[in-house]
Every structure is written in C-alpha cells, then in structure tokens.
C-alpha cells in the first residue's frame, strides 16, 4: 500500500524539523510497511486513524535511531553524561512519539508486537 503519509506531516509533530524530505520518506516507508502488516485486517479503525499512527510510528522510528534527536534536559561534560526528558522503555515505550501509538491503537495490536509470552508445564510427577 502506498504511504498515508507525507514528510511535512512527520515534521509537523517532530522535534527534528533539520532532517530532509527524503530521509523522513525513508522511516515513513518503514512505518507503512509495519502499519499495513499489522492492521492490514483490522476493519474497525478508520483511514485517518490508521494515518496518525502511521504518523506517530514514523516520528517514533526516527526518534530512536542515530537520526533523532531526543530532548535533552541535562548534559555533562567530566563524567559524560545525559538526561533525557520523559520516562521511556523498551519497543513503542522507548519514545513519546510510540506511546502515542499506543494509544492510538485501540484495537492493542501494536502493544502485542514485542511481549514475551511464558509458558508454564506442569510435571506430574518426578517419580518413574
């Protein structure tokens, strides 16, 4: 399917405004692949709903790679070190950007993309 969305759209939500067209297209292709494969069945979010989180996925794969630029709230210089703003985790958590995915989704298909799943067999017995 071909992108939803557009580089001006990505810059309108992205702290990186410097980036150019061609790199965002780059992560909006990215974004749309992932979006078509896991709500290329969903019937009950709308077309411009799926276009935000097209959106918000884009912003957030930028964000986390070498290309972002994540808001810095403290930096060293001696011991090296940096702070960032927001509490972040792993997947979609790991930016606000892919919270907001999150919570655009209703369906909770991307929420399930990274959980660990653990499987519990119970053992009769350890006599033969």
């Not at 964000?63 to 994540?70: A, E, K, L, M, S």
């Amino acid at each position: 399917m071909a992108a939803r969305v557009t580089a001006a759209e990505v810059k309108e939500i992205l702290d990186n405004s410097a980036l150019t067209d061609p790199i965002i297209e780059a992560f909006i292709a990215g974004a749309t692949l992932l979006v078509d494969n896991v709500l290329s069945t969903d019937t009950t979010l709308s077309d411009a709903l799926k276009k935000e989180i097209e959106r918000w996925l884009t912003a957030h794969m930028i964000t986390i790679t070498p290309v972002g630029d994540r808001i810095v709230t403290e930096a060293g210089a001696g011991g090296a070190s940096v702070k960032f703003a927001g509490s972040y985790g792993e997947s979609l958590h790991a930016s606000s950007y892919g919270q907001m995915v999150l919570t655009l989704d209703s369906t909770g298909k991307f929420a399930t993309l990274n959980a660990k799943w653990a499987r519990i067999i119970a053992i009769q017995s350890f006599d033969s």
